[in-house]
């Protein structure tokens, strides 16, 4: 199957597409109203808004560097998980897009990399925390598994909410370990809560589609021994139609469903040449990759 993710309404229904993701709320901060006839998707824990409104909502590491977007690696502004009014409101806008359509996708979910957040609240219930279970606060490993729990209990909370199919981004990394360092994703545990797994693999042309190959084929081992599906979200915007379609020849060995991002009309016209060319469903093999 292929889907749209997309900020514009009418592009859900566009009939080249078997289902569509509309952004309720994005890293940005705008907000929109969930639809009946879409996955509502929530960006949870990236809003620059709100970190522009509220900075003491923003996590920090150990030397107190705020996870904003002027800083390196973040191409947004971070919320810090452990903040219980935010966590409130988000899961608030689950009950409503779960309202409007049962199946609902968190994006964004986690914490910003390995070293945040140090903020008084997460070292106060870190601490807390290692003290029920006898465990010693100085520990890394402790405050990694306290982490995950934080995100955890969150997906949880808005899993209660959502009667239909539950969607979880994860970041494009299937090295083990990486993604419960980085953000506090158990991937077993979040299993037990999410039916569908989506990474978004982008890039401005898949000239080449090697690494696409390899990082998906990671995915699907990381994967494997946990009930849950796994779809591929590709960039649309401005990549050149062949390219594309090699791209997603490649994502469609490896994942259940391929997803477009943010350009309905360039990812309708390349399904549509696929149809015509009788590429759909087309053999791939690895050497291809180096195309």
């Known amino acids: 199957m292929y889907g749209v993710v997309t900020r514009n309404e009418e592009e859900v229904d566009w009939p080249e597409f078997d289902r569509g993701f509309y952004e309720v709320k994005d890293v940005t901060g705008r907000a929109a109203e969930p639809l009946s006839n879409a996955v509502n998707m929530i960006s949870c824990f990236g809003d ?6 509220s900075p003491e909502l923003v996590p920090v590491d150990g030397e107190g560097n705020p996870a904003t977007r002027d800083r390196t690696y ?48 997460c070292t106060s219930q870190f601490e807390a925390w290692a003290d029920d279970r006898g465990r ?18 969150f997906v949880a909370d808005a899993a209660e909410r959502v009667p239909g199919r539950l969607y979880l981004t994860l970041y494009p990394d299937p090295y083990p370990g990486h993604l419960y360092r980085r953000a506090g994703l158990d991937i077993e545990a979040l ?22 190959e390899t990082i998906a084929r990671g995915f699907v ?15 649309a915007v401005n990549v050149d139609v062949d390219d594309l379609i090699h791209a997603i020849e490649v994502a469609d060995e490896y ?37």
């Open 74 to 121: 973040f191409d947004w502004a971070y919320i810090c998980p452990t903040n219980e009014k935010y966590r409130a409101g988000l899961l608030e806008i689950v009950e409503d897009a779960a309202a409007a359509n049962g199946d609902v996708r968190l994006d964004d979910v986690g914490f910003p990399r390995d070293e945040y957040c140090r903020c008084d609240r």
């Open 136 to 153: 010693d606060a100085d520990d890394e490993e402790a405050w990694f598994e306290w982490r995950a729990e934080v995100i955890t209990d």
């Open 255 to 291: 994942a259940k469903d391929v997803l477009f991002g943010y350009d309905a009309s360039n990812a309708a016209a390349t399904l549509r040449r696929m149809t015509a060319d009788g590429s759909r469903g087309k053999s791939y093999h690895p050497e291809d990759a180096t195309r």
């Open 221 to 235: 081992s990381l994967l494997e021994p946990y009930d849950a599906d796994f779809s591929l979200e590709l960039y």
């Open 191 to 212: 299993s037990e809560y999410v039916d569908e797994f989506v990474v978004p693999l982008y890039d401005t042309n898949y000239g080449t589609t090697y690494w696409l």
């Open 48 to 53: 620059n808004a709100a970190a522009n409104e």
